[in-house]
């Protein structure tokens, strides 16, 4: 059964970590019935959702993503590049003890989930202001062994590697090329987003279905072209604070211990 983990929206998430956007007035009780919407969506897909609550303290909760890789055999747990936030690893760590081995990175590793895109076998590890050369290398050791190969990114001009591009399928990859240097891809397809959505390549695939934000309509479009069911979503105050479609959630297929 395909698992995801979520957790709710920080009635501090105005006080959230922002790199690349100008702060804005995040409308908390909108933000939590999008957030809702969120988990709604994901249950009508078949999916098991695990709603944890909001933590104290932790205005960037919410995005559970970058606290853990979780492949097929373990969960590693990340040292994330935003020094406010690494103790969110610490809370989620014993939800996904149940469903997986735990492995954790050491300093001087920076690595946030959400620099890290799985295709198959492959980990491609976006280089950003967040994830440092030695979480790279640390991944990669503490992988390899279960027949993984890691692969380098490199990222400008957003937060994550998936803020810049996502996986339709085995074979191709949505893209912002002017953020994502694309020859990482060699061998796949590499759609572009359109150029008036620079923000649209984070889209959450789920069996035959794409999650697509209400406000990228060509974006959707261009997705449902490929061949996927598109469903939109309003998240509209939650991308005031960087979010994006993969960040909110930690989708796997159980496997409980």
Known sequence: MLVAITRGVSPEINRCELAFLPRQLIDVKKAIEQHGEYEACLRDLGVNVISLP???GMPDCMFVEDPAVVVDEVAVMTRMGAESRRRE????????????????????????GGDVLRIGRTLFVGQSARTNAAGLVQLESL???????????????????????????????????????????????????????????????IGGTALVPA?????????????????????SELMKAEAGLTCSSILFEANER
């Not at 339709?168 to 893209?175: C, F, I, P, Q, Y």
């Not at 406000?215 to 998240?235: C, H, M, Q």
């Open 89 to 112: 690893a610490e809370r989620l760590a014993p939800i996904l003890g149940r469903f997986r081995s735990l492995r954790w990175l050491r300093d001087p590793a920076t690595l946030e």
């Open 54 to 56: 909001a933590e104290p």
């Open 215 to 235: 406000a990228y309509p060509a974006t959707a479009r261009l997705v449902e072209e490929l061949g996927w069911n598109v469903r939109r979503l309003d998240i």
């Open 143 to 205: 992988l390899e062994g279960f027949g993984y190969s890691v692969r380098p990114v490199e990222v400008c001009g957003c937060l994550h590697l998936k803020s810049a591009c996502c996986a339709l399928g085995d074979r191709t990859v949505l893209a912002n090329r002017d953020w994502v240097n694309t020859d990482a891809f060699a061998g796949f397809r590499i759609s572009s987003v359109p150029p008036e959505e620079p923000r649209a390549a984070n889209v959450l695939t």
